[in-house]
């Protein structure tokens, strides 16, 4: 694989936290290869950078990180495993995949976004009230109970 992987990290303090952003953050490692990357970030990631997991995510992050110095000061640290632009989509799922996320399946994403289409559609106005089943029939055009519906 390529050998321009990223892993960044991000320390929280309760200082910071109350501000609103990290104590510390920068680069672990930059520009490594993927096996580094992976033995640095470990073999579970906690979620990605956009839901629901697909071929276009960027980067994933860890679980929390906490050790026994990190716990007693109330320090929460995490890392970041940045995918290189040439990663193919394919690739990126099987990676998500292999850390443990949830992946979007293509075909059934189109799936979602026709049916929720549809739904809206069915929320307009049936043009004729007394069909069975408005939301499917007359967005068909056919309707068992109405020969005229969908005109």
Known sequence: MLSNWNVTSSLATLESSEDGD???CGFEFEGTSFRSAIRCFGDIAESADSWPVDGRV??????????????????????????????????????????????????H???????????????????????IQP??????????????CGD
Do not use: M
Not at 74 to 102: D, N, W
Not at 111 to 130: G, H, N, W
């Open 58 to 107: 960027r980067w994933f992050d860890s679980p929390i990180i906490q050790d026994r110095a990190h716990f007693e000061l109330g320090h929460e640290r995490h890392l970041s495993l940045h995918i290189p632009a040439q990663i193919t989509p394919s690739s990126r799922r099987r990676l998500a995949r292999l850390l443990g996320l949830q992946v979007a399946d293509p075909d």
């Open 22 to 24: 990290y104590a510390d």
């Open 135 to 148: 939301e499917i029939c007359c967005r068909l055009g056919h309707c068992p109970r109405n020969p005229n």
């Open 109 to 131: 994403a189109a799936f979602l976004k026709f049916y929720a289409r549809e739904r809206e559609l069915a929320k307009q106005e049936p043009p004729y009230p007394f069909c």
